[in-house]
């Protein structure tokens, strides 16, 4: 892997449950990080559920190990490209221990 395939620039979000006016607790997105990442198309598919098509984009991105990312999980988001993508799986490509993160994610293709 070189820094040059590092080209593209996502954020990773995180869930947080904040007050609301009336004191009630709600889930707010906020950005843990933003890094350079190799994405890569991993498949696109169309699924029918209850007469409606749905379009899943799956990506995977490769991203370099830090603290600030050690321990991101399929709880978070990445948002790239105008899309939100939920991370389906989060590991290390095989020899490079705390070097690289490999993380699947998909979105949804409309919008």
Known sequence: MRAGDLDRRITIRRASLAPNEFNEPIEVWFDLATV???RTDASATESYRAQEV???ITARFLIRYSSLVANVDPRDRIA???REYNITRVG???GTRNRWREIDAVARAEG
């Open 92 to 94: 290390e490509p095989a």
């Open 36 to 38: 350079w990442a190799k």
């Open 80 to 82: 790239f490209g105008g």
């Open 54 to 56: 749905g379009a899943q």
